[in-house]
Nanobody, 130 residues
Framework: GVQLVESGGGSVQGGGSLRLSCAASGYTYSIFSRACMGWFRQAPVKEREGVALFDSDIDSDGRIRYADSVKGRFTISRDNAEKTLYLQMNNLKPEDTAMYYC?????????????????WGQGTQVTVSS
């Protein structure tokens, strides 16, 4: 099966930056390059929300979507050859504090509904202090 492993979380002060990585295994290059990949986050007592979504840059011209709360600050990217997804987070705010998860769905376009995704990483904690 597919396995996703996130890394890069940590504690930073407001205004700082972090870069998250998600390494995928169990996908061939061909499947990974065509797969929807996304970053979600979940803060305590809140619903898990889609942060950044990246459809295949082969089959859909690389459609990317961001949550309004992170537009202009976060950048999602992917390296298909390395089967790795990234999330560059700049100008971090305390409200960005959450567990961040990488997710993929084996078929279909990206959606913001967590229940459409069938593979998840274990998560990496991001804590932003004011």
């Amino acid at each position: 099966g597919v396995q996703l492993v996130e890394s890069g979380g940590g504690s930073v002060q407001g205004g700082g930056s972090l870069r998250l990585s998600c390494a995928a295994s169990g996908y061939t290059y061909s499947i990974f390059s065509r797969a929807c990949m996304g970053w979600f986050r979940q803060a305590p007592v809140k619903e898990r929300e889609g942060v950044a979504l990246f459809d295949s840059d082969i089959d859909s011209d690389g459609r990317i979507r961001y949550a309004d709360s992170v537009k202009g600050r976060f950048t999602i990217s992917r390296d298909n050859a390395e089967k790795t997804l990234y999330l560059q987070m700049n100008n971090l705010k305390p409200e960005d504090t959450a567990m961040y998860y990488c997710a993929t769905r084996s078929t279909g376009w990206c959606t913001s509904d967590q229940y459409d995704y069938n593979y998840w990483g274990q998560g990496t904690q991001v804590t932003v202090s004011s």
